[in-house]
DNA sequence: GTCTATAACCAGATAGAC
DNA sequence: GTCTATCTGGTTATAGAC
């Protein structure tokens, strides 16, 4: 027996050693910067806890900031294809918004690190490459986009773009909130409760069909 | 003429020449460390902001971790102080939600720095000290019971603390997704009209009279 | 693609004159 | 309390064998 934590796999068919390689930094480099923030996550602890020397790491990604867009990058695309798409099923709002909350919770609970990444990055703005900038603001523009559509289509606010950035700048601001919250308690989730109740009450405050608090089926029949 | 940035006043009375030392470099230290986390900020590049020697700011302070903590003391004080206190005035629900959030408003718009050093700062569990730690924690505890005090004397739900804590982490998320956005759009405030309409919604939902949407008086006589 | 070894630099922290 | 000068160790990043 070799190790008790085989972090990569040594023996694995030499054809595509590189591409696993990558992989590893990238999953250890992403744990770490998502507890630690860019700053205090170096090259060697990245080195040391995924096994591959620091040529190594440098190779594939040839700097530090080249770690952090591909970590971003990455995470960035786990996220948006675990969202729910804008286009939710479901007759009538309450139903609508039941679908989008169940999913949005289950995505943000599925992938922790997604955030937290852009939260612990977001301060890069200090010695980071223009590149590494543009991914942050990519990440975060490609968040708010999905939230404004999705939003827009629970609630039917086609041509109603200001209540929609309103329900989306809530949503966004509630997820980055508990994103937070989870590195004072770890197992805090998305509640989506209280976060329904409020959403329904802001599309009700702003006349939104279907969405009155008496009577959960909405207007009666 | 000596430079167009005196960040201290070299000329001073030697009397509290050390006191206005410290308080420059916690000025500068706060400033650094909010925009680009701990971490990310150095004992030099403090020096260079504020004109002192790195010998004299650990003569103050005597570490990194030492600056952290009473940076993260004063701002806690400043916040603490600046948020209104349990005890707020008004007859009815709406009238004392309404003092709340006003003050809530304008409290964390003159202390911007209040949340986000206990953002970028949360994540120190790496290096940091055991009086590190604590202090974020303390920071964070203190604001939760704030949170709780408060929510519960403007909803009066002092003998229903589920439906205050559930309150105050919305209330606290809502705070924190703000001073995440605020570094992506540094003019962002905490939105008090969605979140009074939210508010109001989940105490209404948790049966809290004087909270119905219709009719703003609360009750009919 | 991966390794050993190392360059060049900057971080946090200290010594000791004044 | 403040300064100049410096020590030590860790940091990013590279050279070059395999």
Redesign the interface.
């Known amino acids: 027996m070799s190790s008790a934590k085989p972090a990569r796999d040594v023996d694995a068919p030499v054809k595509d050693r590189g591409a696993r390689s990558r992989d590893a930094i990238l999953d250890t480099a992403g744990e770490l910067m998502s ?6 996550t170096s090259i060697s602890m990245i080195s040391a806890e995924c096994g591959l020397p620091p040529s190594s790491i440098y190779w594939h990604f040839g700097s530090k900031d080249g770690i952090y867009v591909a970590v971003l990058e990455r995470a960035r695309t786990a996220l948006l294809a675990a969202l729910p798409p804008a286009a939710i099923p479901g007759a009538d709002v309450v139903q609508r918004l039941d679908v989008f909350l169940a999913h949005v919770e289950e995505a943000f609970r599925r992938h922790p690190h997604g955030l937290k990444l852009l ?2 990055l ?6 980071a490459s223009a590149a590494a900038v543009a991914e942050v ?1 990519h990440y ?1 523009d490609a968040l708010v986009v999905w939230a404004r559509d999705s939003l827009s289509a629970v609630f039917g606010l086609h041509d109603r773009p200001q209540a929609a950035d ?1 329900l989306a ?2 949503t ?10 989870r ?2 308690e770890p197992g805090a989730v998305l ?1 989506t409760g ?1 976060l329904r ?2 959403l ?3 599309a ?2 702003h006349g939104v069909p279907g969405t009155r ?1 008496s009577g959960e089926g909405g207007s009666p029949g």
Do not use: N
């Not at 507890?35 to 205090?40: L, M």
């Not at 977001?122 to 010695?127: A, E, K």
């Not at 966004?172 to 937070?180: D, Q």
């Open positions: 507890r630690y923030g860019y700053a205090a939260l612990g977001g301060m890069v703005q200090q010695d603001h975060r309103e700048r809530f966004l601001r509630m997820a980055s909130g508990t994103a937070v919250a590195w004072f509640e209280p109740v409020a329904l009450a802001l009700a405050h608090p």
